[in-house]
């Protein structure tokens, strides 16, 4: 069965640096993937979604990047934030959009 | 901007209990989804929902759990004879693709389900 992993629980990082967030999938060659932010007790809020045929997507201070070959994703926000700590989702979409998997998250603290 | 609402934000009951939780997807679109979350572990989906019937359902969506649109706005989950690990928030999402199918899925906020 398709399995995504984000390779860590928790990145502690000090306020202006880049954290850079690793979401890893097997089992599954997807059209696209997707990250989210998890604030506790609230719902996942959709961040950004990048195309197998797209290497790099940016919005503002977050950059995301997909290798089909090595099956990873990477996660990057620049010039964080206390205010971008919260915990990141890694999503597939497994049948055309019908389905969609998770993976358990990275938390991101950023220190001031 | 239109946002996917639940309700009640918190339900209590007590084992073997029916229970029917409720969303309201966004006008427009056309998709719509349950996830679970059992505190401290990740989101898992439960089923999707289109053009009236089930697109796709996960293993733990078994017979105890059903989906309905009873009418052009709601969207419910009912659970038909809760168990203690049915303890979990529950997200309602909806989604109006555009072709390709890669448009983005919009969460409520949850509803908390507490089974004593």
């Known amino acids: 069965s398709q399995k995504i992993e984000q390779n860590s629980e928790a990145l502690n990082i000090q306020e202006g640096k880049t954290a850079t967030l690793t979401c890893n999938y097997t089992n599954y060659s997807p059209a696209y993937l997707q990250w989210y932010r998890q604030d506790p007790g609230r719902g996942p809020v959709f961040l950004l979604l990048i195309r197998e045929n797209e290497k790099e997507k940016r919005k503002e201070r977050l950059k995301v990047t997909f290798d089909t070959t090595l099956k990873q994703s990477l996660f990057h926000i620049t010039a964080s934030q206390p205010a971008d700590s919260a915990t990141y989702l890694c999503a597939l979409d497994v049948t055309g959009g019908f389905k969609t998997i998770f993976g358990a998250g990275t938390r991101l603290f950023v220190k001031a | 901007e239109p946002e996917v609402t639940q309700t009640p934000s918190h339900q209590v009951t007590q084992m073997g209990q029916e229970v029917i939780l409720r969303c309201v997807p966004i006008?427009?679109?056309?998709?719509f989804y349950w996830y679970r979350q059992i505190l401290g572990q990740k989101v898992e989906f439960l089923v999707s929902f289109y053009n009236n019937e089930i697109s796709e359902k996960s293993e733990i969506f078994d017979d105890q759990f059903s989906v309905e649109r009873p009418d052009g706005s709601n969207f419910t989950l009912k659970i038909r004879s809760t168990k203690l690990e049915d303890s979990a928030m529950y997200f309602c999402a909806s989604r109006n693709p555009s072709g390709g199918g890669a448009d983005t899925q919009y969460f409520g906020p949850g509803t908390r389900l507490t089974v004593l």
């Open positions: 006008s427009n679109h056309l998709y």
